[in-house]
T-cell receptor, first 115, second 111 residues
Framework: NAGVMQNPRHLVRRRGQEARLRCSPMKGHSHVYWYRQLPEEGLKFMVYLQKENIIDESGMPKERFSAEFPKEGPSILRIQQVVRGDSAAYFC?????????????FGPGTRLTVT | GENVEQHPSTLSVQEGDSAVIKCTYSDSASNYFPWYKQELGKGPQLIID?????GEKKDQRIAVTLNKTAKHFSLHITETQPEDSAVYFC??????????FGAGTTVTVRA
């Protein structure tokens, strides 16, 4: 059973470009979470999605960032007009359901570098 | 929001010795406390978790304790082995999906 998959693993973008990060949850998982990890820091919650629904986006910056989890295909985290401060590792996690007792399984992350 | 503090930031132990990592949290409503191990280039992996209705939980060489009154919880690794070298994160959650992570502890086990 394949784990959570993220691609690309490494992404380099120039300031002002767009970054698209993809996350394919584990088979049978319909809940996806995105976290951002800055150097020397812990992971920070960004957004929680179910299929076709954003449940909690309280950790997402108000501008330039968006996330979706369509009925078919991977979840996408999109960063428009990237700036150097967006350089970080972005992790997604998935779970079969949300709430009590359901472990979040993390993917290997996408390391975004903005030059 | 929840604020989780983790100490120490780095920990070096001799193989066979014990390692202890401590975390404090701010939100008294937090009721779920997982610990993750992150190896270089990989995502965090859950190693043990504890809920607020339990004071201690053990799984082989790993144990976690929780003091709700003091709002702190700790990870204990006994008989450390070189493969225990990694970054360890504590986390807390009051709603079971929004995890608030500590800054991490880099554990090095010396052979």
């Amino acid at each position: 059973n394949a784990g959570v998959m993220q691609n690309p693993r490494h992404l380099v973008r120039r300031r002002g470009q767009e970054a698209r990060l993809r996350c394919s949850p584990m088979k049978g998982h319909s809940h996806v979470y995105w976290y951002r990890q800055l150097p020397e820091e812990g992971l920070k919650f960004m957004v929680y999605l179910q299929k076709e629904n954003i449940i909690d986006e309280s950790g997402m910056p108000k501008e330039r960032f968006s996330a979706e989890f369509p009925k078919e295909g991977p979840s996408i985290l999109r960063i428009q007009q990237v700036v150097r401060g967006d350089s970080a590792a972005y992790f997604c996690a998935s779970s079969p359901r949300g709430g009590v007792g359901y472990e979040q399984y993390f993917g290997p992350g996408t390391r975004l570098t903005v030059t | 929001g929840e604020n989780v503090e983790q100490h120490p930031s780095t920990l070096s132990v001799q193989e066979g010795d014990s390692a202890v990592i401590k975390c404090t949290y701010s939100d008294s409503a937090s009721n779920y406390f997982p610990w993750y191990k992150q190896e270089l280039g990989k995502g965090p992996q859950l190693i043990i978790d504890i809920r607020s209705n339990v004071g201690e939980k053990k799984d082989q060489r790993i144990a976690v304790t929780l003091n709700k009154t003091a709002k702190h919880f700790s990870l204990h690794i006994t008989e450390t082995q070189p493969e225990d070298s990694a970054v360890y994160f504590c986390a807390a959650s009051s709603d079971d999906y929004k995890l608030s992570f500590g800054a991490g502890t880099t554990v090095t086990v010396r052979a």
